[in-house]
């Protein structure tokens, strides 16, 4: 099996290719943004490294979202592209799942993660993840947008708990309001990722067709419009 996985919906562009015997990754942390100039570049390097076209791979992942609208957009339209070019079926994966995903792979410990992204407009994007038995992230609830006053955890969580995610450096107060294990505020969402939490569904078949593969924004006002 061979997934290839994208994701630009932070500074971090990024793809990956994973299959049985090898991972192959480029990643490229740019503040500047312009992921649309370097992603297909870095699709061609990864498939030209592992001596493959992208016909020979069996399934296409991307970040949803939600993050930068710009970026979750690009992805979804970049995975929709190749994914009818070549036939192929696609996964659509969380960006907090894969923030959750990175912080339980870096603490064994682990078996719970709250992950917080920014959002702007003074709100964050968070949700609440468990270690699952095959040592994958899983969702508990809904992903939300809100300010940072507003975020909750499970009340059966008491031990074990992880912050994840740039959510945290920008609200630093969020850490005092709980006893969390361990913090990852530097943590964005990669390929890598995402082409792991992916696998199950290629493996399973629910999978869903190119037009399907549809961006997650969470917040339904994009933009809000200015008051004169």
């Known amino acids: 099996m061979r997934i290839l996985?994208?994701?630009?919906?932070?500074?971090?562009?990024?793809?990956?290719?994973?299959?049985?015997?090898?991972?192959?990754?480029?990643?490229?942390?740019?503040?500047?943004?312009?992921?649309?100039?370097?992603?297909?570049?870095?699709?061609?390097?990864?498939?030209?490294?592992?001596?493959i076209a992208l016909a020979d791979v069996q399934a296409l992942a991307f970040g949803r979202g939600p993050g930068a609208f710009t970026g979750v957009r690009l992805a979804a339209s970049i995975a929709q592209g190749l994914a009818f070019a070549a036939h192929l079926p696609v996964v659509p994966v969380s960006d907090l799942r894969a923030v959750a995903q990175r912080a339980l792979d870096e603490e064994p410990e682990l078996a719970h993660v709250l992950v917080c992204q920014d959002a702007r407009m003074q709100e964050l994007y968070w949700a609440c993840f468990e270690r699952g038995a095959d040592g994958l992230a899983a969702v508990l609830g809904d992903e939300h947008v809100s300010s940072a006053g507003n975020l909750s955890l499970p009340q059966r969580w008491r031990d074990g708990v992880g912050a994840a995610g740039q959510g945290f450096r920008i609200h630093p107060e969020l850490t005092r309001r709980?006893?969390?294990?361990?913090?990852?505020?530097?943590?964005?969402?990669?390929?890598?990722?995402?082409?792991?939490?992916?696998?199950?569904?290629?493996?399973?078949?629910?999978?869903?067709?190119?037009?399907?593969?549809?961006?997650?924004?969470?917040?339904?006002?994009?933009?809000?419009?200015?008051?004169?």
């Not at 090898?22 to 870095?42: D, N, V």
């Not at 969402?189 to 399907?212: D, F, Y």
Request: proline residues 6%; aromatic residues 4%; contains cysteine.
């Open 5 to 51: 996985a994208l994701d630009t919906s932070t500074q971090i562009c990024s793809t990956a290719l994973l299959s049985a015997d090898a991972l192959i990754t480029r990643e490229l942390l740019s503040e500047q943004r312009g992921h649309a100039a370097h992603i297909l570049k870095m699709i061609d390097a990864v498939l030209s490294e592992a001596g």
């Open 178 to 228: 709980w006893p969390f294990v361990r913090v990852f505020d530097e943590l964005l969402p990669r390929a890598v990722e995402i082409a792991r939490l992916a696998a199950p569904a290629v493996a399973s078949g629910t999978t869903v067709c190119p037009q399907e593969a549809l961006p997650v924004y969470v917040r339904d006002e994009v933009a809000r419009p200015s008051r004169n």
